[in-house]
């Protein structure tokens, strides 16, 4: 979304990593989150050999990182990301990890993460992290990806296709004018052109697969996402207090009347290193 989006490219400055923590992990710990790991991660996790070294970039909270060391009983996984306060909170978040001993933590950019040791990965994950990137720095991203991972390693990002995001509301016109959706600008390298740019790096692309994350209640992400979507249009003068109250207000209604949905397909976007 263009609207209510945290400024992740500089979190720590921002002053908002808190929020934007609570955010990540109300948002990963939502089932739906769950269910989006089995259908596109937790199969490829499955054939990763018994010492499988493991990077992260982006990571956020850690959510994706604990997964991957719980379904693998054996994967070192190396989770980082450039803000420092994130990471922070993803160790704290693996305290009581029945694999946090294979679990480590680091901050840094996605670029420095990798490094410049060649052959390292068996696997690279990033979740929602590139829409923070620039083009450019996507191709040098995808180039650094080639050189680190072993042969036969993955790279897999999960990549939301904000064209796809559907919000039920009883006022569809305000919930549109809330959403700002014509306002979203997609970078070539973005969502499913992250193919291209991994192609260009000489990594043999997978077929794409997708999977529709939704909800049918109101929780905490939403709340999150929507409260702070309409405080910004009223910042910025696109929205009346009173449109803000009453989007809020629709929602809620539609929740208590169990007809609440919103939902959002992610792409698993999958190359391997030949
Ligand atoms: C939307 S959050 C996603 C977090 C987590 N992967 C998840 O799915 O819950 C984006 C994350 O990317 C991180 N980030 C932004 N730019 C980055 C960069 N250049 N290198 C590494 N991490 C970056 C932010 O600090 C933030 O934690």
Do not use: C
Not at 96 to 105: E, V
Request: zero cysteines; hydrophobic letters at 45%; charged letters at 20%.
């Amino acid at each position: 979304m263009t609207t209510g989006l945290y400024d992740y490219a500089r979190l720590d400055a921002s002053g908002e990593a808190n929020r934007a923590i609570f955010r990540m992990e109300a948002r990963a710990i939502d089932p739906a989150s769950e269910a989006l790991f089995e259908a596109l991660v937790a199969p490829l996790v499955d054939a990763w050999p018994g010492d499988a070294a493991v990077l992260e970039v982006g990571a956020g909270t850690g959510a994706l990182a604990r997964r991957v060391a719980q379904r693998h009983a054996t994967a070192r996984v190396h989770a980082t990301d450039l803000s420092q306060e994130m990471v922070a909170a993803a160790a704290r978040y693996a305290e009581d990890h029945p694999g946090k001993t294979r679990l480590t933590f680091a901050a840094g950019a996605a670029e420095d993460a990798l490094g410049d040791v060649e052959n390292r990965w068996d696997a690279v994950l990033s979740s929602v992290m590139i829409p923070y990137l620039q083009d450019t720095a996507i191709d040098s991203l995808a180039a650094r990806l080639g050189a680190a991972l072993r042969t036969g390693g993955v790279a897999v990002f999960l990549e939301q296709d904000l064209a796809t995001d559907s919000l039920f509301h009883p006022d569809p016109t305000l919930a549109a004018k809330v959403f700002g959706k014509e306002a979203r600008t997609v970078g070539r390298n973005h969502s499913l052109g992250l193919r291209a740019a991994l192609r260009r790096a000489g990594l043999a692309v997978e077929p794409t697969a997708s999977h529709l994350w939704s909800t049918t209640s109101f929780g905490p992400y939403l709340r999150d996402l929507f409260g702070r979507s309409v405080a910004e249009g009223m910042k910025t003068g696109r929205l009346t207090a009173d449109e803000a109250q009453r989007f809020l207000g629709g929602l809620a209604h539609a929740d208590a009347a169990g007809d609440f949905y919103y939902g959002l397909v992610y792409h698993r976007i999958l190359a391997t290193k030949v």
